[in-house]
């Protein structure tokens, strides 16, 4: 045996690089002639005291070790035939350690807790072990003060990507910036896996412009520097930086799976279909196998292309997976569901929990009531409601409970959704209080009840009441109370109370246009107010008019005199889409609010004028627009 074939050992374990183990490793020496192939162990009293010889065997028998009752025999071996604070036997008990790590780390801590003087190789094994467990991942930043508290050993560059991975799982941004003083001031920031490990750590906790200051000056970048900064951007709904980003590094490294996950979420997030088909093209056709199959990407592929609008594609590829798991099928589901294909989606089901033997989750039921929701199926959402809770024991979360209350307040069965979110064992968010004012609004079921709603809305929602103030307007402006609007409008700006403007998007070959509602900044804006007009034109010809009862911004309410309401973002869109587009090519638009009933009216009214196709995304849906009518049959 050779000193070498240690090093083998300890090299695979770290996974960032090679360690130095060398000042554990002690053993010199040429193997003992007799090793015992198969796992019997003689009960050799000569071996009881310490000598180099039961060392190497031990340590060759913890490399063949299979499982913990193997390890519990070869740590009895090691305690009879050593002590712990035998230096020479510190790196048996740290491979102990790392093997019980890996398996049990209730008995990793308490080979931990044996060892008198641990080195930073054996503090890192638990550290690691730690961050790498599902539930206890704050433990390892808890060691981590530990050491630094002894402060005996001192962290090592190996130490820190560890606890940052901790840190990022627990968006635990206040710690992790302490942790990155402490390396700074142990000159730890010239390594590249630490710096990977911040960028990630910032990036997921909502910190872009510190990830990206790390990753620009890092003199020099693995695939995964470039890995995690193209996911912070994409976590952050930066996605056109992300695709820049992505762009330059393909001069650099080949993307890997992890690559293409963030690039096809950023592409589902622009709902950029013919970046995402080209991002497809360009994994097939470098033929990565192990990609090509790879279920998660799949799910991705088939996420992007429901959100990107195209639901066909995404079942062509679901149906071609060579293996599923159960977010595969939520991917399905939920994409079905925002296309209101309730039938297919309900399909779905079927077949995921009957023929193929899958367990639903939150997730899926998510998708389940929202297909209801989409298509009005009423009694179909109580029922999948309720064998959610019985027969698959999920508690249900804001957004069943939210899917719920919307069916059967849209369906005007006010009374019972009501009597649900008062029954509601958590607090009902805006969202629910939205539905139900909606509702409301529609059933025109009095300004008073939601009046009455809406301040106890206020009462409980404190700070973040933007959207009842929203909700309020729109009562006041369907019972076209203008005096009230404007009153709810003084007290946002009172209060200082903002609201998320309109925003629609549409790609034209392959650059994403953005527009705000009543957007004069894009350089081909006055051939697109031209179309606008001829747009205007041609439906007062067929003797369209608009309707402000539902304008979502308020802003555009009081402005309704001066006809401020064809300047909605999506109009702008269409009408660019309407320019630019070749005839014949459906426009696909994006919006990050719901639409408004005059814009649908309006859109369905354009689909058959120009007889041109009309795919939009709003915040909660898709709606396909052909012939003067739309897919959601006028109900969302
Ligand atoms: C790591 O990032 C720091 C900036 O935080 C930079 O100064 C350093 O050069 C980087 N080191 C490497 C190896 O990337």
Redesign the pocket.
């Known amino acids: 045996m050779k000193v070498e074939s240690f090093f083998g050992l300890v090299n695979i374990w770290y996974d960032s690089e090679p360690v130095n183990v060398a000042m554990v490793l002690t053993i010199t020496r040429s193997p003992p002639p007799h090793i015992p192939s198969a796992f019997t162990i003689n009960n050799n009293r000569n071996g009881y005291s310490a000598n180099h010889h039961s060392h190497s065997r031990l340590l060759l028998l913890l490399n063949e070790c299979a499982d913990m009752s193997q390890l519990k025999q070869i740590h009895a071996h090691t305690l009879r035939a050593t002590t712990t604070h035998n230096p020479h036997a510190l790196f048996l008990y740290s491979r102990i350690l790392h093997f019980s790590s890996l398996a049990d780390i209730d008995y990793a801590c308490r080979v931990f807790d044996q060892i008198e003087s641990p080195n930073s190789f054996v503090w890192n094994t638990l550290i690691r072990a730690y961050a790498r467990s599902s539930e206890r991942k704050e433990e390892a930043i808890l060691l981590y003060c530990r050491m630094l508290e002894e402060g005996i050993v001192m962290p090592d560059k190996h130490t820190y990507p560890f606890v940052l991975k901790a840190c990022a799982y627990l968006f635990a941004l206040f710690e992790g910036r302490q942790v990155h003083a402490q390396l700074l001031k142990l000159g730890y920031?010239?390594?590249?896996y630490?710096?990977n490990s911040?960028i990630h750590l910032y990036g997921t906790c909502g910190c872009l412009d510190l990830a990206q200051?790390?990753f620009e000056?890092?003199?020099?970048?693995s695939v995964v520097s470039w890995n995690a900064i193209i996911d912070a951007c994409v976590r952050l709904g930066e996605f056109d930086t992300a695709l820049k980003l992505f762009g330059e590094m393909q001069n650099m490294f080949e993307p890997d799976g992890y690559t293409m996950q963030s690039v096809i979420r950023a592409c589902a997030g622009l709902g950029a279909l013919s970046l995402g088909m080209w991002a497809h093209a360009c994994l097939l056709r470098k033929c990565r196998a192990e990609m090509v199959g790879d279920v998660l990407v799949n799910n991705c592929f088939v996420d992007m292309y429901c959100k990107c609008g195209s639901w066909e594609i995404a079942q062509q590829v679901f149906e071609r997976m060579p293996k599923r798991d159960v977010n595969s099928w939520n991917s399905m589901i939920l994409g079905l569901a925002m296309h209101g294909k309730a039938k297919a989606a309900l399909e779905y089901f079927d077949r995921m929990v009957r023929t193929e033997r899958f367990v639903p989750d939150s997730i899926t039921f998510v998708g389940v009531l929202g297909a209801c929701n989409h298509r009005g199926l009423v009694s179909e959402g109580r029922h999948y409601f309720d064998m959610m809770i019985t027969e698959y024991k999920i508690e249900p979360q804001l957004q069943h409970y939210g899917c719920l209350v919307d069916l059967l307040a849209r369906a005007g069965l006010i009374d019972e959704a009501l009597k649900l979110v008062s029954d509601m064992p958590i607090k009902p968010d805006v969202v629910i209080w939205r539905s139900l004012l909606d509702a409301c609004c529609k059933k025109n079921a009095g300004v008073e009840l939601s009046e009455e709603m809406a301040s106890q809305i206020l009462e409980s929602e404190g700070e973040d009441s933007s959207g009842v103030y929203v909700l309020l307007s729109r009562v006041y402006a369907s019972a076209r109370r203008w005096d009230d609007v404007g009153l709810i409008r003084k007290l946002m700006t009172d209060k200082g109370v903002t609201k998320e403007p309109g925003c629609s998007s549409i790609e034209i070959d392959g650059t994403s246009h953005e527009f705000l509602a009543g957007d004069t900044s894009h350089p081909q804006t006055k051939q697109i107010y031209q179309v606008l007009d001829v747009i205007k034109e041609r439906l007062e010809s067929v003797g369209h008019v608009p309707d402000v009862s539902q304008a979502p911004l308020i802003d555009e309410l009081i402005d309704e005199k001066h006809h401020a309401l064809r300047l909605h973002s999506e109009r702008l869109a269409i009408a660019f889409g309407l320019l630019s587009l070749k005839p014949g090519m459906p426009i696909r638009i994006f919006k990050n609010l719901r639409v408004c009933d005059d814009c649908h009216k309006v859109t369905k009214l354009i689909s058959r004028i120009y007889n041109v196709e009309i795919i939009v995304r709003d915040r909660a849906r898709f709606h396909h627009f052909k012939d003067g009518s739309c897919s959601c049959m006028d109900y969302w």
């Not at 920031?189 to 590249?192: A, G, Q, Y």
């Not at 000056?217 to 970048?221: A, D, L």
């Open positions: 920031e010239s390594d590249v630490v710096n911040l200051k790390i000056t890092m003199p020099e970048r």
